[in-house]
């Protein structure tokens, strides 16, 4: 058995962690613009604080200069994200920003050039700063107006280099950081709030659907949630009850977008902590109608819980507690190549959607050497990393599950999303930038890149 020819090996990244050019060309705010220490850290509304995300890698000037580098890997896919507040600059707006459409015109234009199919992803953690400050983000109807507003002006112009799209980026961890995901910028710890949010977007996310369906149906849609298996600490049931409870928390948006309605688990869950949601009949017949083509989802880690202990550590935005028997990153984040296998087959069983694993990649600290004149780094451990979970996705497809691509995270350095460091690095290219933004930008090739080069060209052989 070996992958399939159509397999779409692939890497993936978002706007507001790489572009730059924070308040070029007319772009407004985003919620990134005032998270200077990243998604969990405080929100600076003066941006008096250096954030280094205004600057990022500049990929919105060096573009060209990374494609070249990406199809040299010879990629076949790229995900990446519209920078919602390049097109909006304040969200609310009726006309789009000319400017803004030109950079990604130019942008996709360059990728069905190079015959590299598209996956899009139409708000990764960057709703414009004004309708989260105004309207509380998507815990406002009126959010869910200009969002799909914002769509439509993204699929009349761009629907034809388009073949795949996620609306929201990890939908699922709204409940985790919610003004970086929802623009929840008031009542944070607010049950109503942050359920209704979860509601607005999720019939957002039908309704894009639906405009696709029937207008640009070349296009396949899909969720992006944050995968996360959780293994108990022990046998005992506690253990096992708290994990069933654990995995409803994070399971009910897959189970809404891909089958069309509410979990009865969840409005158990409703009823019993007095959480009202506003949903419309109009709003439940378009989640109904308009389900999802494939569970598109990032995997970095597993999680260990114990129902003794104190569950609610944020660092990986679940929670969960030490687990022992697995490997860890510098930042803890656990290493377990087999929990993406028991993810896809978990998806699989529950949905039988085929899978899409659209952001997978391990953050570490590399080091620049210099060797025979030339700058080398030696990042045996991303290169092992990749290797084993792609052989995982192997077993899972084994084990029968249908899936349509990997996108690495991310093919090139950028800046974290958690901890908004460069230091946490993720690419099959170096870029020369520090967590202060000293650095030329030159992007240099690590020891990944060749062995990426190679999954692409041998279609995952040297991983199998
Ligand atoms: C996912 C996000 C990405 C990315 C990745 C790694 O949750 O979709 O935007 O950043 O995690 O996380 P971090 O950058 O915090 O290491």
């Given amino acids: 058995m070996s992958f399939s020819k159509k397999f779409l ?31 969990l850290g405080h929100i600076d509304l003066d941006l008096k604080e250096f954030n280094i995300k205004r600057k990022a890698i500049d990929f919105y000037h060096k573009y060209q200069e990374d ?20 097109i909006f600059p304040k969200g609310d707006e009726t006309k789009p920003n000319q400017k803004g459409l030109e950079f990604y015109l130019k942008l996709f234009k360059e990728l069905k050039r190079r015959k590299i199919k598209i996956i899009v992803t139409l708000c ?9 400050l105004k309207y509380n983000g998507f815990s406002n109807k009126k959010v869910v107006k200009y969002f799909l507003n914002y769509a439509e002006v993204v699929l009349k112009n761009f629907n034809k280099y388009i073949d795949y ?11 985790h950081i ?3 995901n929802g623009g929840i910028y008031k009542n944070q710890d607010d049950l109503n709030t942050l359920y209704q949010a979860t509601h607005n977007m999720l019939y957002a996310s039908a309704k894009v659907k639906e405009i696709i369906k029937n207008n640009y149906n070349h296009i396949q849609v899909g969720s992006m949630v944050l995968a996360m298996p959780f293994y108990t600490k022990s046998a005992k049931v506690e253990d096992q009850i708290l994990k069933m409870k654990k ?38 017949e378009v989640i109904k ?18 129902s003794e202990a104190n569950n609610d550590s944020k660092e990986n935005l679940l929670g969960g507690v030490e687990d022992p028997y697995l490997e860890k990153n510098p930042w803890g984040w656990n290493i377990d190549p087999d929990g993406l296998r028991i993810a896809l087959n978990q998806y699989y069983e529950r949905y039988q959607k085929p899978c899409f694993i659209v952001e997978n990649g391990l953050g570490a600290i590399d080091k620049v ?23 995982a996705v192997y077993q899972a497809i084994e084990d029968g599950v249908e899936v349509i691509g990997y996108t690495s995270w991310a093919g090139i350095d950028l800046v974290s999303n958690t901890k908004a460091q460069m230091s946490k690095r993720y690419g099959f290219i170096y870029v020369d930038l520090d967590d202060q933004g000293n650095g030329s930008l030159e992007r240099i090739k690590k020891d990944s890149f060749e062995f990426f080069k190679e999954v692409c060209q041998s279609n995952g052989e040297n991983c199998i």
């Fill in 9 to 39: 090996w692939g890497t993936a990244f978002a706007a507001n962690q790489i572009e730059g050019a924070y308040n070029k060309d007319n772009k407004g705010l985003s919620v990134q613009d005032v998270l200077p220490k990243g998604a």
């Fill in 67 to 86: 494609l070249d580098l990406l199809s040299e890997m010879g990629i076949k896919v790229l995900r990446i994200s519209i920078a919602w507040s390049r």
């Fill in 124 to 132: 990764h953690y960057e709703m414009p700063l004004h309708l989260a």
């Fill in 165 to 175: 799209l996620v609306a929201f980026n990890e939908i699922n961890s709204l409940l």
């Fill in 178 to 180: 919610p003004f970086c």
């Fill in 247 to 284: 995995e409803w928390q994070n399971i009910y948006f897959t189970d809404v977008l891909a089958r069309g309605v509410y979990p009865k688990y969840l409005d158990n869950y409703f009823l019993k902590n007095n959480i009202k949601i506003n949903k419309t009949k109009e709003e439940l």
């Fill in 289 to 306: 109608n308009n389900t999802v083509d494939y569970i598109g989802f990032s995997y970095y880690m597993s999680r260990m819980i114990d």
């Fill in 369 to 391: 050497k210099i060797e025979n004149n030339k700058k080398v780094i030696h990042d045996d451990y991303r290169i092992s990393y990749h290797k084993k979970h792609i052989n």
